[in-house]
C-alpha cells in the first residue's frame, strides 16, 4: 500500500487557554480529495496552517509528502500550493501581475513561467482578463486567479481553505470542476468546507466541531452510522404549508427523535412503529402535501453528530473522542449547518406600518457610545496610547526639555598657564553657561574639538596674558563659537562679552583705588578696559536659524519616511491576508524581508536627495564636508530606520497600531535628539537616553558634515554610535520577523 501523502498523528494546537486543534488523527492518499467539514470556528483553518508550516503544533505530529511539518517546513513549501479561505492576493497588481510575481517567487525561469501561466489561463479560463487588476474581479474571478496563482508551480498538493465561500452557486460549480480536473491529473486536494454539497464531492470526509474530529470515513460510509440510522426508526421527508410553524410541536413528540427544516420541507426521523400520519394529527395537521421515505443525508449525518457531541460532558474528553479524532482552527464559534429556514414575507414600503418607537436623530445614541466603549476597553495598546504615554511623555519632555541655555560644552586652549589665566578659566565655568570638556594642548587639537563638535566654544588665552595685565596693556581673549546653533551660539556670545565686561570692571577698581591710574591704554595711549574679549562665529556667522534646523530635518524626515512606509506596507499585508500567503511559499526569510525593505530604502534615498536640493538651493545651506561620506552615513542611518520600521511591523498587528507605535517613536526622535532643543541642557539621566535614539547619532552627523565639514575622525563617535543602534534595531527586527503566524 502507497504512504499516505498527508500522515496527521494526535495533532494538537492551544492559544494559551483555548484549545483550537484536540488529538486530530488522519490520512490523506495520493491523488484523492480529502474534505474537512465544520462550523466557522471549529479547527479548520489551524490544521492546514500546522501542515503548511506556518504555525507550530502544540502537540503530535505530522507529515506532508514525508516531511514533519516541524523540521521540514521550508522543504514542504515548493510541493505545495495554497488557496486561503480570503482572497488574498495583491489587488492593485493584475491578473498577469499576480502570475508573474508567485511564479517567481517560486523560483520559475522566463521560458517556464510563460509555459506555466498559459496553462494555468487555460484551466481557469482567464485568458481574456489578463490586464485586469485583481481588485476589479468578481467574487468567481477572484477563486480562480487564486487558484492560478497557486498551481503556477505544479504542486503536489493542492490546500484550499474554504475556497468557494462567498461566491455565487454557478461560480462554485465552475471551481469544483476545475478541481475534479486536477484531481484526474494527480494532485492530491485538501479542501475545507461547510457545505454539504460540497461534502458530497469528496472522495473521503472529516468532520470537526469545537476542535474535535467527530467522524471520519467515505460520504456513503457515514449515511450508515448507527448514531445516524438507530435501530427501529425511519426517516421521511414532510411537505407542509408553513413547515416552521410546526418544527417546534414535531420536536416535543416522544416518537419523533429529530426534526430539521429542510426549505419548505421537514425531515423526520420517528420510530418505525408510527406513521407520519399519526404525529402529524397530534399537532393537529390532518394530513401533509407530500411524504415519503427518505435516505439521510451527509447533513442528517452532521446534524447527528452535532447533537451527539452537544450532549457530552465537555469535561470528558475521553467520551467525545470515542468515535474518532479531533481539531480545530479559528475561537471556537459554532453555526448552524447548511440549511435555510422559509423566511417570513417582508411588506413592502406601500403596506410598512410606521414605528411608533422613533425618537429622531439621537436615536441608538446611547447604544453607539456603549459598543465604542466597549470597543476601547478591548484594545490594549489604544488605551496605553491614550492613558500611559502621555503622562510619560509630559513628564519626560517637561524634565528633560529645558530653553535656558546652560552648560555649553567648552574647550580652553590656555597659552599662558599662569594663575591670573586659570581664574579666567574659573571665571567662564562659574557662569554656568559654560562646561569646560577638555583643555587642548595645541592648536589641531583644539580646531578638532571645534570641528568634530565636541565642543561648542573654544577660547584661546594668549601667552602673554598675564604680562600684558601687570603692564597695564589690554590683552585680547579670543572666544570661538560654533554657530551652526543659532540659540547656543548667541547665549555664548552674549555671556562671554558681559563676563569680560565684569573681569575689566573689577580689575579697573582695584587698580584705580591703588593707583588713582586708568586701569589700561591702548597702543595710542588711550584709556581702555583690561581684557578684551573678542568672540568669532564659526560655521553660521549669520547666525541664521535654518542653518541649524534645516540639516537637523533632513534626519527627522529620512527616518519618518522611512520608519512608517516599511511599518505600514509590512501590517496592511498581514490585515489583507497577503502576508501570510507569502509565508507559504518558499520564499527565504532573508529573500522576503530584503524585498520588502529596498524599495522604501530607495524611496528614502530619493526623499533624502530632494530634502537636500531644498536645503541647498531653497535655504542656502552650503555642504561644507564630504558629500560621498554624507552619502554613506546617510545609507547606514537609513538601514537603521528601515529596521525600526520592521520592528514596529512585528509589534503592531493593525495599521492603527502601527501609527501609534511609530508616533511613540518619533515624538522623542524631535524632541530628545537635539534637532530642537540642545541635549547638553538635559538631565543626566534624559541625557542618558539620548544615545538610544538613532536619529541623536545621524543629527550629528548631519550637522558636522554639512555646516562644519567634519570628516571621518571627527565624526568617529557618531558613527560607531549609529552603527551599534542600527545592528542592535537589526537583530531584534530580524529576530522576531519570523516566517510563521504570530499567536
Known amino acids: 500500500m502507497n504512504p499516505p501523502i498527508i500522515d496527521v498523528r494526535s495533532l ?47 502537540g503530535g505530529r505530522a507529515s506532508v509528502l514525508g516531511l514533519d511539518v516541524r523540521t521540514g517546513a521550508e522543504r514542504i513549501k515548493p510541493r505545495v500550493g495554497y488557496m486561503s479561505q480570503q482572497f488574498s492576493l495583491y489587488g492593485d497588481l493584475s491578473v498577469r501581475e499576480n502570475l508573474d510575481f508567485y511564479g517567481r517567487v517560486y523560483g520559475l525561469d522566463q521560458q517556464c513561467l510563460a509555459k506555466r501561466r498559459d496553462e494555468v489561463l487555460s484551466l481557469t479560463g482567464l485568458d481574456d482578463r489578463l490586464p485586469q487588476l485583481a481588485d476589479t474581479l468578481s467574487g468567481g474571478w477572484k477563486q480562480r486567479l487564486a487558484l492560478a496563482c497557486s498551481l503556477i508551480h505544479e ?84 411537505r407542509l404549508p408553513s413547515p ?38 397530534q399537532i393537529g395537521q390532518p394530513s401533509a402535501e407530500d411524504t415519503r421515505e427518505i435516505a439521510p443525508s451527509l447533513e442528517d449525518v452532521f446534524v447527528t453528530l452535532t447533537n451527539n457531541a452537544e450532549k457530552q460532558t465537555p469535561q ?125 594642548t595645541d592648536d589641531e587639537s583644539f580646531q578638532r574639538a571645534m570641528s568634530s563638535g565636541r565642543a561648542k566654544v573654544g577660547i584661546r588665552i594668549p601667552p602673554n596674558y598675564v604680562d600684558q595685565l601687570l603692564r597695564g596693556e589690554q590683552t585680547r581673549l579670543q572666544v570661538l563659537i560654533d554657530g551652526s546653533d543659532s540659540q547656543v551660539a548667541t547665549t555664548a556670545q552674549s555671556t562671554a ?30 584709556g581702555v578696559l583690561p581684557i578684551e574679549v573678542r568672540t568669532r562665529m564659526l560655521y553660521n556667522p549669520d547666525l541664521e536659524s535654518s542653518h541649524f534646523f534645516v540639516p537637523g530635518l533632513v534626519g527627522i524626515i529620512l527616518q519618518l519616511v522611512t520608519l512608517f512606509l516599511t511599518s505600514f506596507a509590512i501590517v496592511r499585508e498581514r490585515e489583507l491576508g497577503t502576508l501570510e500567503q507569502l509565508f507559504v511559499t518558499p520564499v527565504g526569510r532573508t529573500g522576503l524581508l530584503l524585498g520588502k525593505l529596498l524599495p522604501y530604502a530607495l524611496v528614502g534615498f530619493v526623499s533624502f536627495l530632494t530634502v537636500m536640493v531644498v536645503m541647498i538651493y531653497v535655504f ?98 557618531w558613527v560607531i554610535g549609529l552603527t551599534i543602534c542600527g545592528v542592535v534595531v537589526m537583530a531584534l527586527s530580524i529576530a522576531r520577523f519570523q516566517k510563521r503566524l504570530r499567536v
Open 620 to 717: 542656502g545651506v552650503d555642504i561644507r564636508g564630504s558629500i560621498s561620506l554624507l552619502l554613506a552615513l546617510s545609507m547606514l542611518f537609513m538601514v537603521c530606520s528601515l529596521a525600526l520600521g520592521l520592528l514596529v511591523s512585528t509589534i503592531a498587528k493593525t495599521q492603527l497600531e502601527a501609527i501609534q507605535f511609530a508616533f511613540i517613536i518619533m515624538l522623542p526622535s524631535v524632541l530628545l535628539s537635539g534637532f530642537v532643543f540642545p541635549r547638553s541642557e538635559m538631565p543626566l539621566p534624559i541625557y542618558l537616553v539620548t544615545f538610544m535614539i538613532p536619529v541623536t547619532y545621524y543629527i550629528e552627523i548631519l550637522r558636522g558634515v554639512v555646516l562644519r565639514g567634519a570628516d571621518f575622525i571627527d565624526l568617529m563617535p
Open 155 to 238: 504542486p503536489e498538493v493542492l490546500f484550499l481553505d474554504e475556497p468557494t465561500a462567498g461566491i455565487d452557486p454557478v461560480a462554485r460549480r465552475h471551481l469544483w470542476d476545475l478541481l475534479f480536473e486536477l484531481s484526474g491529473r494527480g494532485v492530491t486536494l485538501f479542501v475545507t468546507t461547510h457545505y454539504m454539497d460540497e461534502a458530497e464531492r469528496c472522495t473521503e470526509v472529516g468532520y470537526i466541531y469545537q476542535s474535535r474530529l467527530l467522524v471520519l470515513g467515505k460520504p456513503h460510509e457515514l449515511k450508515q452510522l448507527p448514531e445516524v440510522n438507530p435501530a427501529g426508526t425511519q426517516r421521511y421527508e414532510i
Open 244 to 281: 416552521a410553524q410546526h418544527l417546534a410541536s414535531l420536536r416535543q413528540l416522544p416518537e419523533v427523535h429529530d426534526a430539521t427544516l429542510f426549505g419548505e420541507t421537514i425531515h423526520l426521523l420517528m420510530d418505525q412503529t408510527r406513521s407520519p400520519g399519526d404525529v402529524l394529527r
Open 497 to 526: 562679552q558681559l563676563l569680560g565686561m565684569n573681569l575689566s570692571i573689577q580689575l579697573a577698581r582695584a587698580k584705580e583705588d591703588a593707583m588713582q591710574l586708568a586701569p589700561a591704554r591702548s597702543e595710542s595711549g588711550k
Open 316 to 440: 470528558d474528553p475521553d467520551q467525545a473522542n470515542e468515535n474518532a479524532t479531533q481539531l480545530t482552527t479559528e475561537p471556537a464559534i459554532a453555526t448552524e449547518p447548511t440549511f435555510h429556514e422559509s423566511a417570513e414575507e417582508i411588506p413592502d414600503d406601500a403596506t410598512a406600518i410606521e414605528n411608533p418607537s422613533y425618537r429622531g436623530t439621537y436615536t441608538g445614541l446611547w447604544a453607539v457610545l456603549l459598543k465604542e466603549l466597549v470597543h476601547i476597553r478591548r484594545q490594549p495598546t489604544t488605551l496605553f496610547f491614550m492613558l500611559v504615554i502621555p503622562a510619560i511623555q509630559t513628564t519626560i519632555f517637561g524634565y528633560a526639555i529645558d530653553t535656558q541655555i546652560e552648560n555649553i560644552p567648552t574647550v580652553v586652549f590656555n597659552l599662558d598657564g599662569r594663575q591670573l589665566s586659570r581664574e579666567l578659566t574659573s571665571a567662564f565655568e562659574n557662569t554656568r553657561r559654560f562646561r569646560i570638556v577638555s583643555y587642548a
Open 12 to 58: 494538537s494546537r492551544s492559544f494559551g487557554s483555548l484549545v483550537a486543534v484536540h488529538d486530530v488523527s488522519f490520512q490523506v492518499s495520493r491523488g484523492s480529495i480529502f474534505g474537512l467539514l465544520g462550523p466557522n470556528g471549529s479547527g479548520k483553518s489551524t490544521i492546514i496552517r500546522m501542515l503548511l508550516g506556518i504555525l507550530p503544533p502544540s
